[in-house]
T-cell receptor, first 113, second 113 residues
Framework: SAVISQKPSRDICQRGTSLTIQCQVDSQVTMMFWYRQQPGQSLTLIATANQGSEATYESGFVIDKFPISRPNLTFSTLTVSNMSPEDSSIYLC??????????FGPGTRLTVL | AQSVSQHNHHVILSEAASLELGCNYSYGGTVNLFWYVQYPGQHLQLLLKYFSGDPLVKGIKGFEAEFIKSKFSFNLRKPSVQWSDTAEYFCAVKEDSNYQLIWGAGTKLIIKP
C-alpha cells in the first residue's frame, strides 16, 4: 500500500487569500486525486491530477478556483484560491497504482474566516 | 449515472452485537468494490476490497463483506463489534471502465460500551 502525507494538516485563513496544499506519496502511483469532505458528509471528487498536464476537473470545480499541479509521479499540489467561508472543508489527497486501490492522506482541515 | 446507496446513515449497537451495513450499487457491468473506515480524528483507511474470485472477502479487524452480484450488493459484516469499531464506514465502487470511485454517503457507527 502507498503511504500518503499532506501538508499542512490544518490551517485557518482569511477570506480572499489562497492556500496551497501539498501531497507526497512514498511510492510511484498511476493516479492521484483530490477530494473535498464536508463535515459529516461523504467525499466529493474535485479533480484527477495528471502528471505533466492539466488536471481533469469534475462538474462544479474549475481550474481558476482549484489549480492543481503534478510535476512528477509522487507529488501534487492543490491550491484553493480566493477563499470564502464556503471553502471550509477537509481536503484529501489520494493515490492509486496498478492495484486500482486508492489510498488516502490524512487530509487538510481548512477553516476560512 | 452510477450510484452507491448505504441504507443506514446512523447505527447504534452495543458491544458484542453483530453488525451488518448495507451497500448497493447501480452499475450492471464489472465492478471493483471497497469498504473504507474513518475512525474519529483519523484518515480514511481501506477495510477490505473485492476485485474478483471468492465473493466473501475478509478484511482487517475481523470485518468481512459479501459480494452478491444478483443483488448488486456488497454488505459489510462483523459477528461481534467492539467499542473501538466506532467510526464512519464508506462503501465505494469502481466501474471496470473508469478510474474513479463512486462513494456512498457513509454510515456512522456508534458502539455503546
Amino acid at each position: 500500500s502507498a503511504v500518503i502525507s499532506q501538508k499542512p494538516s490544518r490551517d485557518i485563513c482569511q477570506r480572499g487569500t489562497s492556500l496551497t496544499i501539498q501531497c507526497q506519496v512514498d511510492s510511484q502511483v498511476t493516479m492521484m486525486f483530490w477530494y473535498r469532505q464536508q463535515p459529516g458528509q461523504s467525499l466529493t471528487l474535485i479533480a484527477t491530477a495528471n502528471q505533466g498536464s492539466e488536471a481533469t476537473y469534475e462538474s462544479g470545480f474549475v481550474i481558476d478556483k482549484f489549480p492543481i499541479s503534478r510535476p512528477n509521479l509522487t507529488f501534487s499540489t492543490l491550491t484553493v484560491s480566493n477563499m470564502s467561508p464556503e471553502d471550509s472543508s477537509i481536503y484529501l489527497c489520494s493515490g492509486s497504482g496498478v492495484s486500482d486501490t486508492q489510498y488516502f492522506g490524512p487530509g487538510t482541515r481548512l477553516t476560512v474566516l | 449515472a452510477q450510484s452507491v446507496s448505504q441504507h443506514n446513515h446512523h447505527v447504534i449497537l452495543s458491544e458484542a452485537a453483530s453488525l451488518e451495513l448495507g451497500c448497493n450499487y447501480s452499475y450492471g457491468g464489472t465492478v471493483n468494490l471497497f469498504w473504507y473506515v474513518q475512525y474519529p480524528g483519523q484518515h480514511l483507511q481501506l477495510l477490505l476490497k473485492y476485485f474478483s474470485g471468492d465473493p466473501l472477502v475478509k478484511g482487517i479487524k475481523g470485518f468481512e463483506a459479501e459480494f452478491i452480484k444478483s443483488k448488486f450488493s456488497f454488505n459489510l459484516r462483523k459477528p461481534s463489534v467492539q467499542w473501538s469499531d466506532t467510526a464512519e464506514y464508506f462503501c465505494a465502487v469502481k466501474e471496470d471502465s473508469n478510474y474513479q470511485l463512486i462513494w456512498g454517503a457513509g454510515t456512522k457507527l456508534i458502539i455503546k460500551p
